[in-house]
């Protein structure tokens, strides 16, 4: 939620970011964190700076409990979403071709998270 920006909300989000992050690597569940692909007009409606804390807390979280971050860069257009932050179908696939593209380059080689694959059926 944002303008105005809300910061002890994002303090707040951020917290039980990491505290998720945290559980799951506590029980061994590898986690791959995708980043969500905005429209430009969403993105320019944040300060840059807020923009930028937002990135480098996903980031530095991610690293921290040595999770996977996933930052989509293909391109994006506004007819790929029903508004300026919700994908519409196609928008959708594009994201999981990218998404499977990442997964599968990870799978190859990260062992604990091609053998959380093996597990599951």
Known sequence: MYLPVNAPLFATQQFYFQKLLALLKDNNVPVIVIDMPLTKENLALLP??????????????CKKFSDHLLRPDFPMSRADFEDSAHMNAGGGKKLFKCIAVYAGDLVSSDKQLAGALNQVH
């Open 48 to 61: 840059a700076d807020t923009l930028a804390k937002y990135r480098d807390a996903v980031q530095s979280s």
